[in-house]
């Protein structure tokens, strides 16, 4: 009977070459395949080992183990808390440059149109400060004092009437009817106040032009009523007034003024 001899890779005729009972090894590579299952097992051996030793890697760090599935490549594994790079802030818009302060304007200093003052011990029984440099002068029951040019003047008046409004009132009514003296009369207002009267009008005169006046009237500590007058150009009158409230404010009689009163 003839029979395949795997050996001598041809058909035999005799006995067998294997023990009764075995199989035949099939044609072919049937020798190679128990050597190629070895070499799949040893690197499967290899893999699972490797992956095993990777997977206890993972979790000895100080964060949670991570294990990710994917068709392509590893992404990047996400860094701890502690490990982390800082965040980047957002940029700021830049802000438009401030705009320079500017400096305040510095007021230009005005020349003060009245010179010092000076207290007067009057020779007529009375004490008042007035501008230096003016002149006095004596009128019947009236004494003035002038500036250089006289456009300017202070006028004490003993008057006859016996209350400050009465005083007042008598001389706008003189002044109203003196038109020749005083053309162009016109009152601004006659009023009482804080301790007397007053009038303040304006006039035209053919020396000096317009005029302005205050006439405020009051009663002294003996009972005399005195009528304290400033006069001037209008364009002047803030310093006139400043003038005016000097004299009323150191305005006094004979011994009661103060001992500092000259």
């Given at each position: 009977?003839?029979?395949?001899?795997?050996?001598?890779?041809?058909?035999?005729?005799?006995?067998?070459?294997?023990?009764?009972?075995?199989?035949?090894?099939?044609?072919?590579?049937?020798?190679?395949?128990?050597?190629?299952?070895?070499?799949?097992?040893?690197?499967?051996?290899?893999?699972?080992?490797?992956?095993?030793?990777?997977?206890?890697?993972?979790?000895?760090?100080?964060?949670?183990?991570?294990?990710?599935?994917?068709?392509?490549?590893?992404?990047?594994?996400?860094?701890?808390?502690?490990?982390?790079?800082?965040?980047?802030?957002?940029?700021?818009?830049?802000?438009?440059?401030?705009?320079?302060?500017?400096?305040?304007?510095?007021?230009?200093?005005?020349?003060?149109?009245?010179?010092?003052?000076?207290?007067?011990?009057?020779?007529?029984?009375?004490?008042?400060?007035?501008?230096?440099?003016?002149?006095?002068?004596?009128?019947?029951?009236?004494?003035?004092?002038?500036?250089?040019?006289?456009?300017?003047?202070?006028?004490?008046?003993?008057?006859?009437?016996?209350?400050?409004?009465?005083?007042?009132?008598?001389?706008?009514?003189?002044?109203?009817?003196?038109?020749?003296?005083?053309?162009?009369?016109?009152?601004?207002?006659?009023?009482?106040?804080?301790?007397?009267?007053?009038?303040?009008?304006?006039?035209?005169?053919?020396?000096?032009?317009?005029?302005?006046?205050v006439d405020h009237a009051l009663t002294a500590f003996d009972g005399t009523v005195y009528a304290?007058?400033?006069?001037?150009?209008?364009?002047?009158?803030?310093?006139?007034?400043?003038?005016?409230?000097?004299?009323?404010?150191?305005?006094?009689?004979?011994?009661?003024?103060?001992?500092?009163?000259?």
């Amino acid at each position: 009977m003839a029979e395949w001899d795997a050996e001598r890779q041809q058909w035999v005729t005799g006995p067998p070459a294997h023990p009764p009972g075995a199989a035949a090894p099939p044609p072919g590579g049937a020798r190679a395949r128990p050597a190629l299952l070895a070499a799949a097992a040893v690197a499967l051996c290899a893999a699972l080992a490797g992956g095993g030793w990777l997977l206890l890697h993972r979790g000895s760090g100080d964060g949670p183990a991570t294990t990710t599935l994917s068709d392509g490549p590893a992404a990047p594994a996400v860094s701890s808390a502690a490990g982390s790079a800082p965040t980047r802030p957002d940029p700021v818009p830049a802000q438009p440059a401030p705009t320079p302060a500017q400096p305040a304007a510095t007021p230009t200093p005005t020349a003060d149109p009245t010179p010092p003052f000076s207290l007067v011990r009057d020779p007529a029984g009375f004490t008042l400060a007035v501008p230096q440099g003016w002149q006095r002068s004596g009128e019947g029951k009236s004494v003035l004092y002038k500036s250089a040019d006289g456009a300017r003047l202070v006028q004490v008046i003993t008057m006859a009437e016996r209350t400050p409004y009465a005083a007042v009132a008598a001389t706008d009514a003189d002044l109203a009817k003196n038109t020749v003296r005083y053309p162009g009369y016109r009152r601004i207002r006659l009023e009482e106040t804080a301790g007397g009267a007053e009038l303040e009008y304006s006039y035209d005169s053919a020396e000096y032009g317009t005029r302005r006046a205050v006439d405020h009237a009051l009663t002294a500590f003996d009972g005399t009523v005195y009528a304290l007058l400033v006069a001037g150009p209008p364009d002047d009158w803030p310093a006139l007034q400043h003038v005016h409230r000097t004299v009323l404010g150191s305005f006094c009689v004979a011994d009661h003024c103060p001992a500092t009163g000259g």
